[in-house]
């Protein structure tokens, strides 16, 4: 173990930890009342991939990003970000949490909501001005939302609200992105936006890490991918990691993919499995 979870003590001078990763994850637990939700857990993923991670339901997908980003407290284990402690990375990255879990009615605007994303770089006693409204208006153009800049965000669509969240990440101008669950619950063409968007970002060059629950669309999005239960199931290239025997693992009798280049033979006459078990016609 190395004790504290992003290395507290470190300072400025302290070499880099495993600086060609994009995310290091080393040793990770996370406990809930006394129960491991995540558990010795060590992830690489290097730089300008999309990477997905899939598990199912209670896997701890969700408390590791938020682990990652501090937003959790781990019981033991150490995290960097491009080499060093996310706290010193935070302008770096990126986040776009589930849509559930934001306050909808909070009384703003889609346009203010994206230039929250600006924050970080205006620091504190520097307000948003013209430039930051034109990159806001930019980002909003490039997930299709522009026309609804002054909406009330609690009279957004669903899937407009995601596009909105989107929007914010990128006038981060992060190198990482961690996206949760973006595409749950959107319409056809508003997950096409997202993914589109996202290949964009990860082709200049972007890290783009988004939990996943549609295991049938993981080989058409993604090019990395971490298959958790609590544990690490297996990672690396979705080429090399994504098979039926990792799957398998992780999701026990809950998982059968059917139809998915490598993965298995011709598609059946049933629905696809979602990464819950359920199958939606």
Same mark, same amino acid.
């Given at each position: 173990?190395?004790?504290? /979870?992003?290395?507290?003590?470190?300072?400025?001078?302290?070499?880099?930890?495993? #600086?060609?990763?994009?995310?290091?994850? +080393?040793?990770?637990?996370?406990?809930?009342?006394?129960?491991?939700?995540?558990?010795?857990?060590?992830?690489?993923?290097?730089?300008?991939?999309?990477?997905?991670?899939? @598990?199912?339901?209670?896997?701890?997908?969700?408390? %590791?990003?938020?682990?990652? %980003?501090?937003?959790?407290?781990?019981?033991?284990?150490?995290?960097?970000?491009?080499?060093?402690?996310?706290?010193?990375?935070?302008?770096?990255?990126?986040?776009?949490?589930?849509?559930?879990?934001?306050?909808?009615? /909070?009384?703003?605007?889609?346009?203010?909501?994206?230039?929250?994303? *600006?924050?970080?770089?205006?620091?504190?006693? *520097?307000?948003?001005?013209r430039h930051e409204r034109a990159r806001? %208006?930019?980002?909003?153009?490039?997930?299709?939302?522009?026309?609804?800049?002054?909406?009330?965000?609690?009279? %957004?669509?669903?899937?407009?609200?995601?596009?909105?969240?989107?929007?914010?990440?990128?006038?981060?101008?992060?190198? &990482?992105?961690?996206?949760?669950?973006?595409?749950?619950?959107?319409?056809?063409?508003?997950?096409?936006?997202?993914?589109?968007?996202?290949?964009?970002?990860?082709?200049?060059?972007?890290?783009?890490?988004? &939990?996943?629950?549609?295991?049938?669309?993981?080989?058409?999005? /993604?090019?990395?991918? &971490?298959?958790?239960?609590?544990? &690490?199931?297996?990672?690396?290239?979705?080429?090399?990691?994504?098979?039926? +025997?990792?799957?398998?693992?992780?999701?026990?009798?809950?998982?059968?993919?059917?139809?998915?280049?490598?993965?298995? @033979?011709?598609?059946?006459?049933?629905?696809?499995?979602?990464?819950? @078990?359920?199958?939606? #016609?």
């Open positions: 173990m190395r004790g504290v /979870f992003t290395a507290a003590g470190r300072t400025a001078d302290d070499p880099l930890h495993e #600086p060609a990763l994009a995310v290091h994850v +080393e040793d990770l637990t996370v406990s809930y009342q006394g129960k491991p939700v995540l558990w010795d857990i060590d992830i690489n993923i290097p730089p300008g991939v999309m990477a997905a991670i899939v @598990g199912p339901n209670g896997a701890g997908k969700s408390t %590791l990003i938020k682990a990652i %980003l501090g937003l959790v407290p781990p019981t033991a284990g150490h995290v960097t970000i491009s080499g060093r402690p996310y706290k010193r990375q935070r302008r770096k990255v990126g986040y776009v949490p589930q849509r559930s879990s934001v306050d909808w009615d /909070f009384p703003t605007t889609a346009l203010d909501v994206v230039m929250m994303g *600006r924050y970080g770089h205006l620091g504190w006693f *520097r307000h948003p001005g806001a %208006l930019a980002a909003l153009d490039e997930v299709r939302m522009r026309d609804f800049a002054d909406r009330q965000i609690s009279q %957004l669509s669903g899937g407009q609200q995601q596009r909105v969240f989107l929007a914010r990440a990128l006038v981060q101008e992060a190198d &990482v992105y961690f996206l949760d669950e973006p595409m749950a619950g959107v319409d056809a063409t508003t997950e096409r936006t997202i993914v589109g968007l996202l290949q964009m970002l990860r082709d200049r060059g972007k890290t783009v890490i988004v &939990v996943h629950h549609d295991l049938q669309t993981v080989q058409d999005y /993604f090019d990395w991918i &971490v298959i958790l239960n609590v544990r &690490v199931i297996a990672q690396g290239p979705v080429g090399t990691a994504y098979t039926l +025997e990792n799957l398998h693992r992780a999701y026990g009798g809950q998982i059968s993919l059917i139809d998915r280049g490598p993965l298995a @033979g011709p598609r059946g006459p049933e629905a696809p499995l979602d990464a819950a @078990g359920d199958r939606h #016609p």
